[in-house]
């Protein structure tokens, strides 16, 4: 059975960090392009940021660009996103997604083939 299992949100102050993980099991995800998404209260999920299979490109939304790292751990199967400077606005169930497409496109595309059940960041001004 394939899992994407997100951990590390939690509760932060306005300027702090986290690092979120995501630990895929089921299968080697290596030829995957990896994903973050993101969804507050009461508004649709959003792209974040993409890691292409390889871990040589990274993208990202303009909103995390500067603050937001994602990388990846092939060996282990698993991918972080680092977040620094965190703002209230940056509050959301965090999801981490796995897709044979390319990670260039995944902030224009809706459907991945693999989903986690997310992780809650939670940033206090």
């Known amino acids: 059975q394939v899992q994407l299992v997100e951990s590390g949100g939690g509760l932060v102050q306005a300027g702090g960090s986290l690092r979120l993980s995501c630990a895929a099991s089921g299968r080697t995800f290596s030829s995957y392009a990896m994903g973050w998404f993101r969804q507050a209260p009461g508004k649709e999920r959003k792209f974040v940021a993409a890691i292409n299979w390889s871990g040589e490109w990274q993208y990202y939304a303009d909103s995390v660009k500067g603050r937001f790292t994602v990388s990846r751990e092939k060996a282990k199967n698993t991918v972080f996103l680092q977040m620094n400077s965190l703002k209230p606005e940056d509050a959301a169930v965090y999801f981490c997604?796995?897709?044979?497409?390319?990670?260039?496109?995944?902030?224009?595309?809706?459907?991945?083939?693999?989903w986690g059940k997310g992780t809650l960041v939670t940033v206090s001004s």
């Open positions: 997604a796995a897709d044979h497409g390319l990670a260039s496109t995944m902030a224009t595309r809706a459907g991945m083939d693999y």
